[in-house]
Nanobody, 124 residues
């Protein structure tokens, strides 16, 4: 099994920045396609950003494009740099990993491992 632990959430004001981190543990001898999803109060979980196993190819939801940046470090930890935060970014953010390498990013059903989530709250 692969365990994913998110960190870096918190409470900030609109326009501020946060950096989320997703640290894998367990069976991590290989790289995985990874993604960030979020669930706002009363809403369904939605795709935020994804990054391929190679750490090169990325994809972003329209709502965060140009403000958020997903990346990987040399130990396969996935980062989400969140700039120019808006109140509508308030949500619990989850990182996810999938066993299969697939040509899609946004379908949550394709991901096999999920973190516990980290709360991001943005006030106006």
């Amino acid at each position: 099994q692969v365990q994913l632990v998110e960190s870096g959430g918190g409470s900030v004001q609109a326009g501020d920045s946060l950096r989320l981190s997703c640290a894998p543990s367990g069976r991590t001898s290989r790289s995985y396609d990874m993604g960030w999803f979020r669930r706002a109060p009363g809403n369904e979980r939605e795709f935020v950003a994804g990054i391929k196993w190679n750490g090169i190819n990325t994809n972003y939801a329209d709502s965060v494009k140009g403000r958020f940046t997903i990346s990987r470090d040399n130990r396969n930890t996935v980062l989400l740099q969140m700039n120019s935060l808006k109140p509508e970014d308030t949500a619990v953010y989850y990182c996810a990993a999938r066993i299969l390498v697939l040509p899609v990013y946004r379908d949550s059903a394709t991901y096999n491992y999920w973190g516990q989530g980290t709360q991001v709250t943005v006030s106006s």
